[in-house]
């Protein structure tokens, strides 16, 4: 049974920063490329960014407005991707989903991703 389980987040203030976790079980973490979303009250789940599986060389992707801001990052010893939020905005508020897409094809659409977690809640205090 795969699992994928965020963790990290919670309440910061605009400015601040936030560093989420999410351990997947499972699955063999290496063969997937892993991602992170975003969704917003009353908005559409959107991409944030993901990292590519290792043979895939591990490379990373993110929503272009989000360049420089954020960073994700993985542990395959420890089946675990990162995201670090930095400089955060009340308007990135939103619930944070972890996602694994198996294979070397991924990206903003959600038909490429197999496997979600249950999200974790970032608040951005004005």
């Known amino acids: 049974q795969v699992q994928l389980v965020e963790s990290g987040g919670g309440l910061v203030q605009a400015g601040g920063s936030l560093r989420l976790s999410c351990a997947a079980s499972g699955l063999s973490f290496t063969m997937y490329a892993m991602g992170w979303f975003r969704q917003a009250p009353g908005k559409e789940r959107e991409f944030v960014g993901g990292?590519?599986?290792?043979?895939?060389?591990?490379?990373?992707d993110y929503l272009e407005s989000l360049k420089g801001r954020f960073t994700i990052s993985r542990d395959n010893a420890k089946t675990t991707v990162y995201l670090q939020m930095n400089s955060l905005k009340p308007e990135e508020t939103a619930v944070y989903y972890c996602?694994?897409?198996?294979?070397?094809?991924?990206?903003?659409?959600?038909?490429?991703?197999?496997?979600w977690g249950q999200g974790t809640q970032v608040t951005v205090s004005s």
């Open positions: 990292i590519s599986r290792r043979w895939s060389g591990g490379g990373t």
């Open positions: 996602a694994a897409a198996p294979g070397g094809t991924w990206g903003p659409d959600l038909k490429h991703w197999d496997y």
